[in-house]
């Protein structure tokens, strides 16, 4: 019987034990549990904000490399008191097709921008999968021979540059004119795109989206089909998800209060109707205008 007794109280003291050692803690099974709930939002909330940090400054390298490329090729128009012409591209090419890059040459062979890496920006996933593939970037636009005086006798894109079929450019460029004066450009400056992050479809299927690079990986947006920048002469870069429909489209047709999502409508031809026909490659679906003339 003593015995028994001598049980049951070692049992409500252990259960006192146990009691007083839990809320000397201050916490119960719940709480513990409730408490982990938290810090599992909490580690989630801040996983998605540092994604939301890295997305935040990869636009921002590409909105400094759009206004660099902007400020360059304004600075080039008056100097020289027109857009670069499609004479000056042939001056820099080396055979094969026209194609963004050649203008970044004459901008490289004129001392306005010769920084590869205003046109190619290592987040772009193109880049990453070439120096995966044991590729490196290339450390210079153009190739450059001069005389014993200093003038340029010869002027060619390096050949590691070389847009579309060999290194794969992040930023379109679209401004290029045999009749352009500056007249034509500057009095609408803050409508005429001067580049672009690749991607952007021109065609008559999805005109004025950014490709999905998970359907076309060669001719994909750069940030896939989340949208993309452009650039405008007068240097405002801004974010499109889409450059609209109908009534709603966020260029102008040069010339006419008319609306259009496609890029190349928005420039000043100057009698070179060509241009705008010249400027599309083939694309899955439709055409997709990025890097080539």
């Known amino acids: 019987m003593w015995h028994q007794s001598r049980d049951k ?3 409500k003291i252990a259960r006192l034990s146990l009691k007083t050692d839990c809320e000397d803690y201050g916490f119960s099974l719940v709480e513990i549990v409730v408490i982990l709930a938290i810090l599992g939002v909490l580690l ?18 590409a909105i400094g490399s759009l206004k660099a490329i902007a ?9 020289n008191g027109h857009p670069i ?3 000056e591209l042939d001056t820099v090419r080396v055979g094969g097709e026209y194609d963004s890059t050649l203008i970044a040459a004459v901008l490289a062979k004129e001392g306005y921008l010769n920084a590869v890496e205003a046109w190619a920006w290592d987040f772009d996933y193109r880049i990453k999968k070439y120096l995966r593939d044991g590729k490196t970037m290339p450390v ?23 847009g579309k ?5 992040s930023v379109c460029t679209v401004v290029a004119s045999d009749s352009c004066t500056n007249d034509d450009f500057f009095k609408n400056a803050g409508e005429i795109p001067i580049a672009y992050s690749r991607g952007l479809r021109d065609g008559s299927t999805a005109a004025g989206t950014w490709a999905d690079l998970k359907i076309n990986f ?4 750069v940030f896939g089909n989340k949208g993309g920048f452009i650039v405008f002469l007068d240097g405002r870069v801004e974010w499109y998800n889409n450059l609209g429909m109908g009534a709603h489209c966020v260029l102008k047709k040069y010339g006419t209060n008319e609306m ?15 241009l705008a026909q010249s400027f599309v490659l083939s694309w899955k679906g439709g055409t997709q205008d990025c890097g080539s003339f």
């Open 260 to 274: 259009t999502n496609k890029i190349y409508e928005a420039l000043p031809m100057g009698g070179n109707t060509s």
């Open 9 to 11: 109280m070692g049992k």
């Open 140 to 162: 210079k636009i153009c190739d450059i021979q001069r005389d014993g005086s200093g003038k340029i006798t010869s002027a060619k894109v390096n050949a590691s540059f070389q």
């Open 71 to 79: 400020n360059a090729y304004r600075q080039y128009m008056e100097d």
């Open 165 to 169: 079929k060999g290194f794969p450019i």
């Open 218 to 221: 060669d001719l994909g947006g």
């Open 85 to 87: 012409r499609w004479k």
């Open 44 to 61: 989630s909330l801040a996983f998605q904000g540092i994604g939301s940090l890295s997305e935040a400054a990869r636009k921002a390298r």
